[in-house]
Nanobody, 120 residues
Framework: QVQLVESGGGLVQTGGSLRLSCAVS????????MGWFRQAPGKEREFVAS????????RYADSVKGRFTISRDYAENTVYLQMSSLKPEDTAVYSC?????????????WGQGTQVTVSS
C-alpha cells in the first residue's frame, strides 16, 4: 500500500520561507515521478512542481519559478518543497502526489495535504 504523508505547513509572513516534506512508503521514489500541487479556497487544484527519477532538476509552474525548489532524499524516500519569498497568493492546501503507471496529469497516489497560509 502506497502512502504519502505531508508535513511542514503552517502560518508564515509575506517574504518568509517554509519547507514541506512528503514521506513516501510502499513505493520507492527512485523510480517514481513526484509532484506537488496546491488548491486555494474556491479555486481548482493547480500544479506547483515535479521531479522525475531521471532528472536532476525539477519542473515548476511559472507562478513559483525562482522561489520554490523541489528536491528528494532517496535514503529517506522523501520529497521536499522549499518555498521562499512567499506571497499571500501562495496560501493553499499543498498536496504531494506520486505517479505510478499513469501520468502527472492524473497521479496515482495523493497525500492528505498540508495547509500553508501566508499573511500580508
Amino acid at each position: 500500500q502506497v502512502q504519502l504523508v505531508e508535513s511542514g505547513g503552517g502560518l508564515v509572513q509575506t517574504g518568509g520561507s517554509l519547507r514541506l516534506s512528503c514521506a513516501v512508503s510502499g513505493r520507492s521514489i527512485t523510480t517514481t515521478t513526484m509532484g506537488w500541487f496546491r488548491q486555494a479556497p474556491g479555486k481548482e487544484r493547480e500544479f506547483v512542481a515535479s521531479i522525475s527519477p531521471y532528472s536532476i532538476s525539477g519542473r515548476y509552474a511559472d507562478s513559483v519559478k525562482g522561489r520554490f525548489t523541489i528536491s528528494r532524499d532517496y535514503a529517506e524516500n522523501t520529497v521536499y518543497l522549499q518555498m521562499s519569498s512567499l506571497k499571500p497568493e501562495d496560501t493553499a492546501v499543498y498536496s504531494c502526489a506520486a505517479v505510478g503507471g499513469g501520468t502527472l496529469n492524473r497521479p496515482d497516489y495523493w497525500g492528505q495535504g498540508t495547509q500553508v497560509t501566508v499573511s500580508s
